[in-house]
């Protein structure tokens, strides 16, 4: 199923949750909404759901109008076909699990051995074999988020809505179940929509990544396009690139960091763009012996903080008064190194990118002040 989205604005009273969306998903996609806290993206998984009515805009499914505010359609949320599992899943405390994930199947009428089928097949899926018989008042958190999961499941829907269905599980179920997710949703041919704040769940599940800011998007595309090339400073930010420092620009390929004469060798950037900030991962600034001598982009500093992970440790080196970069290094190197020493860092050009601070639709409606 395709989903498309025009131009959807969806209000509660006076605060805009989603502002003019666009956005198209392909059958059989995996399309994961990113985004920080209360930027919209429940909302507009509601909105498809038929759950919200939006003030504006079109929705439709496989060319079939969900919903057009112009021409007054509104399809009930029970006619769309269109499952959700929701960030607060709701999952019925009186019954077992087996009638918790049978309830939709039963609702419609379908023969006794075709839900106790499938209802089995959800139920390993998500992973609570031997659950079956257990009153779901009597589960974990994150057993109750399978549940609701394997309920979803279980309706076999053209689309899917995912708000956050695997948040309550530990790291190796998490991991396990969303293979089994990715595994299920290219064997049915599921459209998805999926939210997550992990970060890495979301590169792995996603076809396509929505970057969503202050009821926008304000990019999108394919995991590494979205990783290796935010569009600016404040997505860049979100995705974890730890040193986003301010900049100014000196000619087409240098910038000096604000404050101080020190200058860097970058690649061609975009000026217009108002305030500048150089990005670059930790992992990608080289440290000590690694950091080639004589480089332009090779500077010195001194060990302000120094912080062992286990496997790695993260260096926090000051280049200049208020200029520091976090930097990633060996467990060797957090033996052999002390606070204060001074180091040699390398920046290499290709490893930063010079991005306004935000995108450039937001960055008028963050002048506006209407955030
Ligand atoms: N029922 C509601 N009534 C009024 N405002 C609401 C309602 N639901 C959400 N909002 C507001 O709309 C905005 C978007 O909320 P939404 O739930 O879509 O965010 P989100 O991106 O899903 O956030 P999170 O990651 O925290 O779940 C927020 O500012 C929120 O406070
Ligand atoms: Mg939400």
Request: charged content about 25%.
């Amino acid at each position: 199923m395709t989903i498309k989205i025009e131009n959807l604005t969806l209000s509660y009273g006076d605060s805009v949750a989603v502002r003019n969306l666009s956005l198209e998903i392909e059958q059989g996609e995996a399309l994961v909404l990113l985004g920080q806290s209360g930027c919209g993206k429940t909302s507009t998984m509601r909105c498809i759901a038929g759950l919200e009515t939006p003030d504006e805009g079109r929705i439709s499914v496989d060319g079939e109008v969900l919903f057009d505010a112009d021409r007054g359609v509104n399809r009930p949320s029970h006619k769309r076909n269109i499952g959700m599992v929701f960030q607060s899943y709701a999952i019925w405390p009186h019954m077992t699990v087996f009638e918790n994930v049978a309830f939709p199947l039963r609702m419609k009428k379908l023969p006794k051995a075709e839900v106790a089928r499938r209802v089995e097949e959800a139920i390993t899926v998500v992973g609570l074999d031997g659950f079956a018989e257990r009153g779901a008042s009597m589960l974990s958190g994150g057993q109750m988020q399978r549940v609701a999961l394997a309920r979803s499941i279980v309706m076999e829907p053209s689309v899917m809505l995912l708000d956050e269905p695997l948040s309550n599980l530990d790291a190796r179920l998490r991991h396990r179940l969303r293979t089994d997710l990715r595994e299920l949703q290219h064997r049915l041919g599921l459209t998805a929509v999926y939210v997550t704040h992990d970060q890495e769940e979301a590169l792995a599940l996603a076809d396509h990544i929505a970057m969503m800011q202050f009821g926008r998007i304000v990019q999108i595309g394919r995991p590494d396009e979205i990783y290796g090339r935010p569009l600016s400073a404040s997505i860049a930010d979100f995705l974890g690139v730890a040193n986003i420092i301010p900049v100014r620009p000196l000619d087409a390929r240098s910038v000096g960091f604000e404050g101080t004469d020190i200058g860097i060798q970058v690649e061609p950037y975009d000026d217009r763009a108002g305030e500048l900030r150089a990005c670059i991962r930790a992992e990608d600034i080289l440290l000590g012996d690694d950091a080639p001598a004589e480089s332009a982009n090779t500077l010195e500093g001194e060990i302000v903080a120094r912080e062992f992970l286990g496997a790695t440790a993260t260096f926090r080196v000051r280049i200049a008064p208020g200029v520091e970069l976090d930097v990633f290094g060996t467990k060797q190197q957090a033996n052999r190194t002390r606070e204060g020493e001074r180091v040699r860092v390398h920046l290499p050009v290709e490893a930063i990118q010079v991005l306004p601070t935000e995108a450039p639709e937001l960055a008028e409606h963050v002048r506006e002040g209407a955030a």
